[in-house]
C-alpha cells in the first residue's frame, strides 16, 4: 500500500482570525459564550473516565450557534496553522482563538481549569499524547461521518475521542558515503552488530520513540523487543540526541552513519539545502511497513462548543483543508488522494505499518519501561 496518491490541492487564501497566544489569553473566559446545557455532571458521564461508552454528538447540542468561537489549545507552529484557520474563519463565520505550548503544559492546563477551561479543541502531535489526553479524562467521544470517511480508523481512536489530521514517517537516514541502500532493511536490523558505533538515536524520552517502541512489541512480543533494543544501544556511536535535527547534522558531519528520525525534519533540512548529504530509507518495507504516527485533535471534554471544535476537525480533515494542513510542516495527508509536496514526492512511496496508532498509547507505560530496562537513555 502506498500512503500516496495524487490529486490536485487547491490553493487557499487568507484572512483575518483571532489569534492570542498564552498571555492575551485573560480575555477569553466562559462570560464570553452563550450559557449552555452541557453541565459539569453531563461532560463527567461523557468523558472515557466514566467508562460507560456513551458517545454523544456535538453537533446536535442545540445552544452552540454557528458563530461561537473555537478555542484551541495547539502544541503546533503558530505561523503554519494561521492560515489555515483564517480561511476556516471565511468559510465558517466561525473565529478561533488559539492557544499555544507544548503538549505536557497544555494538557496540564486543560485538567487544571476542569470545568472552567476554555479549550474546546486540543489540538497536538503523537498518537501517544492524544492517547494520554484521553486517559486523563479531557477529551469527549464524537461520532462524525465526516472523519469516517476522510480518516482511516487505524487513525482514529476507536471511541471516537481523538482523530489524527497528518501523518508523519518515523523511518532510517543514512550516510550514503559510508552506507550502500542495499545494507540498510528495517529498524530491528539497526540491532545487529554490523552497526557497532554507527548508530545515532534520539532519547528515548520523546514520545516519538515510545511510539515506535510500542509499535515493536505489538509486533514482537516485549521479550524479542527489549533484545533488540539492547542491540540498538550497544550499536551506538555517540550519546542519544535531544531532538531529530541534531541527530541528522550528526549523519552528515560524519559522527555516525545511520539514525532514525521523523520524515519532516529532514524535509525541513532539505528545503534549506538540498545538497544536505543525508538520504532517506523506507524501514520494513519487506515487513511490517514504516512507523507511521499523526498530528491530530479531540474535542475537550468541558468544552462550551463541541459542535463548532468537531466542525473544525471536520473540516482540517476535508480536501480543501488537508493538502495545505499536511504540507505546512512537510507532513503527510491523512486522507487518501490527497496531493503532497514535490519534495516528499521525491522521497518516493512506501508501505506503512497498519497497527492501529492507539496501540501506541496502550502500550506507552510498557515501551518506557523496556528502554529503560535495556538502557536506552
Ligand atoms: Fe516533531
Given at each position: 500500500m502506498s500512503i500516496i496518491s495524487p490529486v490536485t490541492t487547491a490553493k487557499l487564501g487568507l484572512s483575518a482570525a483571532i489569534l492570542v497566544t498564552m498571555s492575551g489569553l485573560t480575555g477569553c473566559n466562559k462570560a464570553d459564550t452563550p450559557a449552555k446545557e452541557v453541565t459539569t455532571e453531563e461532560v463527567a458521564t461523557q468523558s472515557?473516565?466514566?467508562?460507560?461508552g456513551e458517545t454523544i454528538t456535538p453537533a446536535s447540542t442545540p445552544e452552540a450557534t454557528d458563530s461561537q468561537k473555537v478555542t484551541i489549545y495547539s502544541s503546533r507552529n503558530e505561523q503554519l496553522i494561521k492560515p489555515l484557520l483564517d480561511q476556516f474563519t471565511t468559510e465558517t463565520g466561525i473565529p478561533v482563538e488559539l492557544v499555544t505550548d507544548k503538549p505536557g503544559p497544555l494538557m496540564a492546563r486543560i485538567e487544571a481549569e476542569g470545568?472552567?477551561?476554555?479549550?474546546?479543541m486540543l489540538l497536538t502531535v503523537d498518537a501517544g499524547n492524544l492517547w494520554q489526553a484521553a486517559q486523563k479524562g479531557l477529551l469527549q467521544p464524537v461520532t462524525s461521518e465526516v472523519l469516517d470517511t476522510n480518516?482511516?480508523?487505524?487513525?482514529?481512536?476507536p471511541a471516537g475521542l481523538w482523530s489524527g489530521l497528518s501523518l508523519r514517517a518515523r523511518t532510517i537516514f543514512y550516510d550514503p558515503s559510508k552506507v550502500e541502500k542495499t545494507a540498510l532493511s528495517s529498524y530491528e536490523d539497526l540491532a545487529d552488530p554490523k552497526w557497532k558505533g554507527k548508530l545515532c538515536l534520539r532519547t528515548s524520552k520523546k514520545v516519538y520513540n515510545q511510539s515506535l517502541v510500542a509499535s515493536m512489541i505489538e509486533h514482537h512480543g516485549a521479550e524479542k523487543t527489549e533484545e533488540i533494543i539492547r542491540g540498538w544501544v550497544a550499536n551506538l556511536a555517540t550519546d542519544v540526541f535531544s531532538d531529530d535535527t541534531s541527530l541528522l547534522e550528526a549523519i552528515a558531519s560524519g559522527q555516525c552513519e545511520v539514525g532514525i528520525a521523523n520524515s519532516y525534519y529532514y524535509g525541513r533540512i532539505m528545503e534549506e539545502k538540498p545538497d544536505f548529504p543525508v538520504k532517506l530509507f523506507w524501514a520494513n518495507q519487506g515487513s511490517t511497513g514504516t512507523h507511521v504516527n499523526i498530528s491530530g485533535a479531540g474535542v475537550v471534554?468541558?468544552?462550551?462548543?463541541p459542535s463548532g471544535a468537531l466542525k473544525l476537525m471536520e473540516w482540517l480533515s476535508s480536501d480543501k483543508a488537508q493538502g495545505l494542513y499536511a504540507s505546512a510542516d512537510k507532513e503527510y495527508p491523512v486522507k487518501q488522494g490527497i496531493d503532497e509536496s514535490e519534495l516528499l514526492r521525491s522521497w518516493g512511496d512506501f508501505k506503512a505499518d497498519d497497527?492501529?496508532?492507539?496501540k501506541f498509547g496502550e502500550l506507552q507505560t510498557q515501551a518506557i519501561q523496556l528502554m529503560d530496562k535495556a538502557g536506552y537513555k
Open positions: 472515557p473516565a466514566a467508562a460507560n470545568a472552567n477551561t476554555p479549550a474546546d480518516v482511516p480508523a487505524k487513525y482514529r481512536d471534554a468541558n468544552s462550551d462548543n497497527i492501529n496508532v492507539q
